[in-house]
């Protein structure tokens, strides 16, 4: 008599990636490649500084422009991600409407917030270009940096709409069980 194989256990298949998933690859990627930038950076700069005793004048205003590009993109990844700062007391207590309710208005007042950013800073960023302005570090246009506020801004705001539109399709049982998959 034949005996059967021990069957081997079928490796299981990865996670289908979602459209969420994939939507979020540019916040990825650009922190990424932001964090990479700002290590290079300030190595080299540590580096010229120790064997020079003199320091590239340009790596500090460079390294806090790609800080605030980092912070911008992290809270769009932040926002869509839903993973923002909240009140544990108020976001986790109550029934589940309230709670879902409560998560659509905290994501439709951050959209509310950063595309008034966006609009208050396309003019700054237009003061800048106008004034001719440069930094005081290298001398560049500052609206080069200033440019990223609006756009970065406006990210966010997108993210916090897609936020909100994803809340809204759920029902409470959809947002409880996402709560629960997220605790666990």
């Known amino acids: 008599m034949a005996a059967t194989p021990p069957s081997s256990p079928t490796p299981s298949e990865p996670p289908a990636v979602t459209g969420l998933q994939r939507s979020l690859r540019f916040e990825d990627w650009v922190t990424v490649i932001t964090m990479a930038l700002l290590a290079l950076i300030t190595f080299a700069n540590v580096l010229v ?19 605030i590009v980092l912070a911008m993109v992290g809270g769009a990844s932040a926002v869509a991600r839903d993973t923002h700062i909240r ?85 409470d049982a959809e947002y409880l069980a996402r709560d629960a998959e997220r605790g666990a």
Not at 49 to 61: H, I, K, L, M, N
Not at 111 to 128: E, M, P, Q, Y
């Open 49 to 67: 500084r120790y064997f020079t005793d003199a320091s590239f004048a340009w790596t500090e205003e460079i390294s806090v422009f790609l800080m």
């Open 87 to 171: 009140i544990e007391f108020f976001a986790e207590g109550g029934s589940a409407q309230r709670r879902r309710r409560l998560a659509q208005l905290g994501a439709a007042l951050v959209a509310l917030l950063f595309a008034f950013i966006a609009v208050i800073s396309v003019r700054v960023v237009w003061d800048d270009f106008r004034y001719e302005e440069t930094s005081p570090g290298i001398g560049v246009p500052t609206w080069w940096y200033s440019i990223w506020l609006p756009i970065l801004s406006a990210l966010i705001a997108a993210r916090a709409i897609g936020l909100f539109r994803r809340r809204s399709r759920q029902s």
